[in-house]
């Protein structure tokens, strides 16, 4: 594969993991807005969200290639989920803290005053607000992903054009 290839496949991959968040960080968005507006308090990130998506999705896509072991390898699959989807989420937390502490740096006058006041203050439940709705888009992602390497690229999308096969009444087996 020429180099020119391997930055097309890169961009693309980035481009469809970036809709792929920016869709749940969109819906994150709405759904404070909506409920926000009903207090009558503003509220816009959508900018944010899709910035957010795409710092996102470019970690996750390098994640995805590091290795957690023979011990995972040789389990099964939804134990690699589980485990890529803590580590992940650990992460978001993490970055979410320490985002929210730079922010408020100058206002409780220094980093680790504003990062101990996010614990003291509302600001906690905006975190893990986030890190809720972003859990669960990497646990989606994550079984999206194992799908992908296990029945190859584009297997699920055939899959999902695909007509139902008839079932028996009552659904039974």
């Known amino acids: 594969m020429s180099m020119r290839e391997m930055l ?3 961009l693309r991959a980035l481009l469809l ?3 792929y968040f920016t ?3 969109g819906a994150l968005v709405v759904l404070k807005k909506l409920i926000l507006d009903e207090y009558q308090i503003g509220f816009a990130g959508m900018s944010a969200a899709v910035m957010g998506a795409l710092v996102l999705s470019k970690v996750v896509l390098l994640l995805e290639n590091v290795s957690l072991g023979a011990w995972v390898r040789n389990r099964p699959a939804w134990v690699e989920v589980i485990l890529r989807t803590v580590l992940y989420s650990f992460g978001v937390v993490v970055v979410l803290l320490l985002e929210k502490a730079f922010e408020g740096r100058h206002e409780y006058g220094g980093f680790a005053e ?4 996010i614990f ?5 439940h905006h975190v893990w607000v986030n890190a809720i709705c ?3 888009a990497l646990l989606s992602y994550n079984v999206l ?3 992908r390497r296990n029945l190859g690229a584009g297997a699920l999308l055939r899959l999902l054009q695909t007509p ?3 079932q028996p009444a009552g659904g039974g087996e």
């Open 120 to 124: 003291l203050h509302a600001d906690v």
């Open 8 to 10: 097309a496949h890169e």
């Open 145 to 147: 992903w194992v799908i």
């Open 114 to 117: 504003s990062l101990r006041s």
């Open 17 to 19: 993991v970036g809709l």
């Open 164 to 166: 139902l096969p008839d």
């Open 23 to 25: 869709l749940w960080l």
């Open 134 to 136: 972003l859990g669960g």
